[in-house]
T-cell receptor, first 117, second 115 residues
Framework: SAVISQKPSRDICQRGTSLTIQCQVD?????MFWYRQQPGQSLTLIAT?????????ESGFVIDKFPISRPNLTFSTLTVSNMSPEDSSIYLC??????????????FGSGTRLTVV | AQSVTQLGSHVSVSEGALVLLRCNYS??????LFWYVQYPNQGLQLLLK??????LVKGINGFEAEFKKSETSFHLTKPSAHMSDAAEYFC?????????????FGTGTRLQVFP
């Protein structure tokens, strides 16, 4: 299956600043997904990023707050802009990949644990 | 529209006991169902996936799940719990076999295993 390198693994940021999270995949993938996991909660999809087109955002998430870049088929970034303590979460990227014997699963990066102070 | 419901935010079992984590789904199209595990301070790891090839799906670490269309369920089981199974478990659904569609997650079940 695909291997995702996500960084930074964690950061502590001041409110009002921005943080850019990077995901590098070891193979070409059409779609990349960005999720948020708030403390003690499940994963919520922020947006889907296709190479060469604008990302598609889920209800409650907007491009001005979470701009996404997808310059090629192996890389994507998510920026958390003008941060507030409510943005403290784990952010994860994900891709669909062959996890073995024709079975397709979703592979996740190790996550970025963000704390906004 | 698709959704999954995980019954029980916390499940506690003794080491060696049966593990049963419940998941019910709602889907307007044939669903592709997943179970993921998240260990503390780690990312998500795929346990198993239902692809319609077989209703009983065997995954890693001795886990398995049975797809029951009549009950719209995909419960996760393991015959004998191990201390290392303590983690958060997420059920998820997708409309796409080739994972070109988003995953929708349940709220998660935290499994505790007591000696």
């Amino acid at each position: 299956s695909a291997v995702i390198s996500q960084k930074p693994s964690r950061d502590i940021c001041q409110r009002g600043t921005s943080l850019t999270i990077q995901c590098q995949v070891d193979s070409q993938v059409t779609m990349m997904f960005w999720y948020r996991q708030q403390p003690g909660q499940s994963l919520t999809l922020i947006a889907t990023a296709n190479q060469g087109s604008e990302a598609t955002y889920e209800s409650g998430f907007v491009i001005d707050k979470f701009p996404i870049s997808r310059p090629n088929l192996t890389f994507s970034t998510l920026t958390v802009s003008n941060m507030s303590p409510e943005d403290s979460s784990i952010y994860l990227c994900s891709v669909g990949s062959n996890v073995g014997t024709g079975v397709y699963g979703y592979t996740f990066g190790s996550g970025t644990r963000l704390t906004v102070v | 529209a698709q959704s999954v419901t995980q019954l029980g935010s916390h499940v506690s079992v003794s080491e060696g006991a049966l593990v049963l984590l419940r998941c019910n789904y709602s889907s307007s199209v044939p669903p592709y169902l997943f179970w993921y595990v998240q260990y503390p301070n780690q990312g998500l790891q795929l346990l198993l996936k239902y692809t319609s090839a077989a209703t009983l799906v065997k995954g890693i670490n001795g886990f398995e799940a049975e797809f029951k269309k009549s009950e719209t369920s995909f419960h996760l089981t393991k015959p004998s719990a191990h201390m290392s199974d303590a983690a958060e478990y997420f059920c998820a659904v997708s409309a796409s076999r080739y994972n070109t569609d988003k995953l929708i997650f349940g709220t998660g079940t935290r499994l505790q295993v007591f000696p």
